[in-house]
């Protein structure tokens, strides 16, 4: 399964609303998951099974969607925020990871 | 607290071989599959590999499938990848990550990492 994340980059300022969309060569479960990660740092889970949010992660991230189309959205962009993000799917093998968008600051 | 520590990483040649090495503390090992992602320098992320908690389910990306092997000896808290016949394009950091598996009806995602080993294939 091919996952293709748009955009590839985004700028945003701090409080903005932001979303970032994953989609899926071919529908499957929702056992879709987002990552955030800081150059020379390994990826961190924010969010499982496409809406789940991982414990200790803050209410501003946010996941959503079913099939082929998902999308993860922070709701008040923070400067801790500006990372790469990843979805990745793991409903079937072998495992796959969108490209990446890299959130910068506008 | 969950601790994941890579080691084995280094320079080789194409063709070359090396032995990854992911070793785990603060929890209970033997009920965790483990999985293994590499990213290439300034490149996004990259699924290698998995294996189940008791070592019998095994899969790889079709990019590595004949060369690398991927195993656990549970009595060690360690999980491996034996890496053999690299390439150049084979060079990046490789992760070792694991999750709370699939509890109830639900999958978690990629819940720890470790910081990574960097492999170089280079002649």
């Known amino acids: 399964i091919q996952m293709t994340q748009s955009p590839s980059t985004l700028s945003a300022s701090v409080g903005d609303r932001v979303t970032i969309t994953c989609r899926a060569s071919?529908?499957?479960?929702?056992?879709l998951a987002w990552y955030q990660q800081k150059p020379g740092k390994a990826p961190n889970l924010l969010i499982y099974k496409a809406s789940s949010l991982e414990g200790g992660v803050p209410s501003r991230f946010s996941g959503s969607g079913s099939g082929t189309e998902f999308t993860l959205t922070i709701s008040s962009l923070q400067p801790d925020d500006f990372a790469t993000y990843y979805c990745q799917q793991y409903g079937s093998y072998p495992w796959t990871f969108g490209q990446g968008t890299k959130v910068e600051i506008k | 607290e969950v601790q994941l520590l890579e080691s084995g990483g280094g320079l080789v040649q194409p063709g070359g071989s090396l032995r990854l090495s992911c070793a785990a503390s603060g929890f209970s090992f033997s009920y965790y599959d483990i999985t293994w992602v590499r990213q290439a320098p300034g490149k996004g992320l990259e699924w290698v590999s998995g294996i189940s908690a008791g070592g019998d389910i095994i899969h790889y990306a079709d990019s590595v499938k004949g060369r690398f092997t991927i195993s656990r000896d549970n009595s060690r808290n360690t999980n491996y990848l034996q890496t053999s016949n690299l390439r150049v394009e084979d060079t990046a950091v490789y992760y070792c990550a694991t999750r709370n598996g699939c509890n109830s009806g639900v999958c978690y995602g990629l819940q720890y990492w470790g910081q990574g080993t960097l492999v170089t294939v280079s002649s």
């Open positions: 071919q529908s499957f479960s929702n056992w």
